[in-house]
């Protein structure tokens, strides 16, 4: 019997349900918390004297408030479905597939415990096929644990954590009908470098490429089985471009797997980067006596990659890594956000000018990983971890940890390290060895690389900018391997290099100093935090680094301390501030392009008040800006040439102004072809108005998913223009099919009060009101769509 076990690398998307076999199991689920924690009959009965509530994934279990009034909830949550599977389907191989869920799952099957899993932020695979009932009714029944546990990764009590994990069932769940003759689930199948798909692509270039794809086929039933696997590539409009002429036939015995090895050229080939994230389609059939009895179809990315001392190259160019972290809570839901909120996370990465993300500090949702192969973002996957390391347990879970991301992510293209280490934590020399080894059993190619905080196994070394010291930091690394600055601008600033222990810290910041800044702060703040970021990214390049990431995209809550984390360049509810505009310069203005993203940009960062500041700063990506007040000339500058602005692609514009003078200021910047673009802000006036927006970010809302959107209700003076003290207190309506998540009434911050919108079951229009004492109202129609999954 012929097993494969032939290897190779990522440049794909994730297993996606693309045919009937495959379908989402994320409505008619019922929910209850804090009831009785021992499993008895009256769970799994129709007529349960439990209180239960109708609801569908992805849920939380507790909607939190935004800011951090008490500790999260923890507790136990059950979570139940009545299904019926048709008495046709009897013989065939039927399973429920969970994205995620927070933190520990028993799950039953009319009444009966099938599985037990440990761990938040990767899948489980239940094979439901020999307890269900066929041709009537079954239920399942799933209890969550999302109490503090030692032996669960990261393991470290909430109280004590940089970030919080929340709740529920908060990612998709899928119902999984086959033949018994199918593809394994990666994951499940719990084999080195083997289970599902797995492509690797080598001999990369624009004129050929080589493709290997391994797929791994179980027989479920009977008896020997033959089967054949047909192969193709489509490109982005369809059209087969490449196939495996000759199909690989191999018996499969009963119960037992074979692995087909297939090697496939290709002429041609669009090679996927972030300023090209052209994405195939492969598609998997496997056949039985001719006919198709399963298939598998994934979006793949053409690419080579090689990361050296102080090079990474992409496709043979060399790229500099621009990067952010992220945490993936939203206000309110926590981490349970849907698929299109997902994209726009990563929308606004990429929005921001950046290149590359860290999933901080836990492998993200798939829905995300996609968005990053769609839009074009390096990612550094990473498994569960910070400043924590338990026992023997505790090590054993992170070593599957690292197994289940790669297996579950490995095809993605977007992905380029594998952070197979504890964050910040003190990992024996043992356990640094044994996952960078498990990354490469994995993916035993010479294009992967593990990575990890402590310079040891690993193949990349990720410094954080505040583990080295001032004012060297990390300018005299000696050593002969790649680095990633992989946090830096914030905790520097915040705690002086004071160390990790955040809590001992919590007081050391200087309010003026930190790049912890609200956007409630104001302006001086806020250019501060601004400033922080320039400065510390400016130093990073005075070493041999291959790029940073600074700390971070979005403000976050934590267990540890009381107050919301902001040093988020946007806030928690993804509202820009000054240090956005300062990175959205930094992105190179791509030539004749139809994308919507790194196009020539201009921002004032002031919002030209009467406030004795005498300089504006102004943020460009372009040669030079010229300043006008009222229409006049207040002179034309090149970009800044201070300490602060050596190593930048695109240094700020500081200008100096005489006299303070209301009315509008206008910032007009010249491109090298001689083309131009505005930006203007005014002086406010007194609040009169308010104006209601939402943000897309790329995706219209979506009905019958749980999608959420952000609503914002500026206040306006009769001018139109935000007043950014205003903290009016905003009365929301909402007519139509959808709810607000937040509450009923909002105070503004910096004149801009947020709501989380949740699109309903049918899609229709949704009214949004919103109304304030002394201000003229707000309306807006928003339009929900039909959903295609």
């Known amino acids: 019997m012929f097993k494969s076990i032939f290897v190779f690398f990522i440049s794909l998307i994730f297993i996606q349900a693309s045919s009937a076999q495959t379908q989402l199991f994320n409505q008619d689920w019922e ?47 059950f979570y139940r479905k009545f299904f019926v599977i048709s008495a046709s389907d009897k013989g065939k191989h039927i399973a429920i597939k969970f994205d995620g869920a927070m933190q520990e799952a028993d799950v039953y099957i009319n009444g009966q415990k099938i599985q037990n899993h440990k761990g938040g932020y990767l899948p489980f695979y239940v094979d439901v096929t020999k307890l269900v009932n066929y041709g009537a009714e079954n ?30 069932i908060y990612r998709n769940v899928w119902f999984i009908k086959k033949k018994q003759l199918h593809i394994s689930d990666a994951v499940a199948a719990n084999r080195k470098a083997g289970g599902g798909l797995l492509v690797h692509y080598k001999n990369v270039s624009s004129s050929s490429a080589t493709m290997t794809v391994q797929t791994e086929v179980e027989n479920g039933g009977e008896g020997e089985r033959t089967a054949s696997i047909r192969t193709k590539l489509l490109d982005a409009k369809g059209k087969v471009v490449a196939f495996n002429r000759i199909p690989l036939a191999l018996d499969i015995r009963e119960k037992d797997f074979e692995t087909f090895t297939q090697v496939i050229e290709i002429q041609n080939p669009q090679l996927w980067s972030p300023t090209h994230p052209y994405l195939y389609t492969l598609r998997v059939e496997v056949l039985e006596k001719g006919k198709v009895v399963d298939m598998e179809e994934i979006k793949t990315g053409i690419r080579s990659l090689k990361i050296e001392a102080g090079s990474l190259t992409l496709n043979d160019e060399k ?133 990890g905080w402590i310079d040891d196994a690993y193949d990349v070394f990720l410094p954080a900018r505040q583990h080295g010291k001032y004012p060297v930091y990390w300018k005299n690394y000696k050593k002969d391997k790649p680095f990633l600055i992989a946090e830096y601008g914030d905790w520097e600033y915040y705690a002086g290099n004071a160390g990790f222990n955040q809590k001992d810290y919590q007081n050391l910041k200087k309010d003026e100093k930190t790049s912890r800044q609200l956007r409630a702060f104001g302006q001086k703040r806020l250019l501060q935090q601004a400033l922080n ?47 956005f505009y300062f990175y959205q310069s930094q992105s190179i203005p791509e030539k004749n392009s139809k994308s919507e993203f790194n196009k020539p940009m201009v921002f004032i960062a002031n919002y030209w008040q009467n406030i004795g500041d005498s300089t504006v700063k102004v943020y460009s990506n372009c040669k030079e800006v010229e300043l006008f007040l009222n229409g006049k000339s207040l002179g034309k500058q090149k970009a800044d040439s201070d300490k602060y602005s050596t190593n930048l692609a695109y240094p700020p514009f500081t200008f ?134």
């Open 139 to 168: 239920v399942i029944l799933v209890r969550l644990d999302n109490r503090d546990n030692p032996i669960i990764p990261p393991g470290k009590p909430i109280a004590d954590l940089d970030f919080n994990y929340y709740s529920g």
């Open 656 to 789: 100096s102004i005489k006299n303070f003078e209301a009315g509008t200021l206008s910032a007009v910047a010249y491109q090298i072809d001689g083309t131009v673009i505005k930006h203007s802000v005014s002086t406010p006036k007194t609040p009169s108005k308010i104006n209601l927006i939402v943000d897309y970010s790329g995706k219209n809302i979506k009905a019958g998913v749980n999608d959420l959107v952000f609503v914002y209700a500026e206040i306006l003076d009769e001018n139109g223009t935000i007043i950014p003290d205003a903290t009016n207190a905003i009365e929301f309506e909402i007519q139509g099919d959808a709810e607000n998540v937040a509450p009923k009434l909002v105070k503004a911050e910096a004149g801009i009060a947020a709501i989380l919108l949740k699109a309903g079951s049918k899609p229709g229009k949704i009214k949004v009101i919103a109304k304030s004492e002394g201000l003229v109202e707000g309306q807006l129609m928003i339009k929900s769509f039909k959903s295609s999954k």
């Open 31 to 77: 929910f209850v918390k804090d009831v009785d924690t021992i499993i008895n009959q009256n769970l799994f009965n129709r007529n349960s004297t439990v209180n239960w509530q109708k609801i569908s994934i992805p849920h939380t279990a507790n909607i939190e408030p935004i800011e951090k009034v008490k500790q999260q909830w923890q507790g136990f949550a």
């Open 319 to 451: 790229i500099t890594i621009r990067g952010t972290n992220r945490h993936q809570e939203y206000p309110y839901v926590g981490n349970a956000l849907s698929d299109n909120a997902q994209y726009r996370d990563a929308y606004k990465i990429k929005q921001a000018g950046f290149n590359f993300v860290r999933s901080s500090h836990y492998p993200h949702a798939n829905s995300f990983l996609d968005a990053c192969d769609e839009l074009g973002i390096l990612v550094m996957d990473a498994i569960p971890g910070w400043q924590f390391v338990g026992k023997e347990a505790f090590i054993e879970n992170s070593y599957q940890d690292t197994r289940d991301m790669m297996r579950r992510d490995r095809n993605h293209p977007s992905i380029i390290m594998w952070e197979a280490s504890l964050n910040e934590s003190g990992m024996s020399k043992a356990y640094m060895k044994k996952t960078h080894e498990i990354v490469h059993e994995e993916l035993p190619f010479d294009d992967t690389y593990s990575a």
């Open 533 to 579: 970021y320039q400065e510390s990214h400016n130093d990073n390049f005075y070493n041999k680094a291959i790029g940073d990431a600074n700390w971070l995209i979005f403000d976050y809550k934590r267990g540890y301390a009381d107050d919301i984390e902001s040093s988020g360049i946007m806030d928690i509810v993804r509202l820009p501030k000054f240090a």
